[in-house]
């Protein structure tokens, strides 16, 4: 890791997003990149040990800190949920720890449409809700989605325009950061 973050490092003029569950790994990664980052990411599914440990990295290198809608009763699936474990999150990283706010990026989390399951059928709706709902009650964070979760399993047309409407929809509900195939 360290090489590697290294080489990249020095070669992107982009932030570069440290993405592992080991904050021993991200911390090895942060000592490694001059500019500033994005560790991706913490959550509450077991627990606050790791977050105590890796927002205290993320503070000591000035990183920004994804934080996924997951607590210990697990994936948060219904917009009130997802403002709810945000909520906590951002207490913890915000109120204990001293993260500013505008360092803090909430990835609300989507389903797949495509199951056939009834559980799934209003997941797009709450992801969009969610965001909106974290914007409107979290001044100054920020949100992030993995926008084609929503399309797995579904065929390139369908997919490409579910994927451009679902994007659309969340934008307007406050979406900050699109992880999207630009293709």
Do not use: Y
């Amino acid at each position: 890791m360290r090489q590697t973050v290294k080489r990249i490092s020095l070669t992107q003029p982009a932030p570069i997003q440290v993405d592992s569950t080991e904050p021993e790994v991200i911390a090895t990664a942060l000592d490694q990149i001059p500019g500033r980052a994005i560790v991706n990411s913490v959550n509450l599914e077991a627990g606050r040990d790791k977050m105590d440990r890796v927002v205290p990295l993320a503070l000591q290198h000035g990183a920004a800190l994804i934080a996924l809608t997951i607590d210990e009763v697990g994936m948060a699936k219904t917009a009130e949920r997802k403002l709810e474990i945000a909520r906590r999150i951002r207490d913890l990283c915000c109120e204990e720890h001293g993260l500013d706010p505008e360092a803090l990026i909430f990835d609300c989390l989507t389903f797949t449409l495509t199951t056939g399951d009834e559980e799934w059928r209003p997941s797009a709706i709450e992801t969009i809700e969610g965001i909106r709902a974290i914007k409107a009650e979290l001044p100054g964070v920020k949100t992030s989605l993995g926008v084609s979760n929503v399309s797995f399993g579904v065929g390139v047309p369908a997919r490409s325009a579910l994927n451009s409407v679902f994007l659309h929809h969340c934008v307007e509900a406050g979406l900050d950061l699109a992880m999207v195939n630009p293709n």
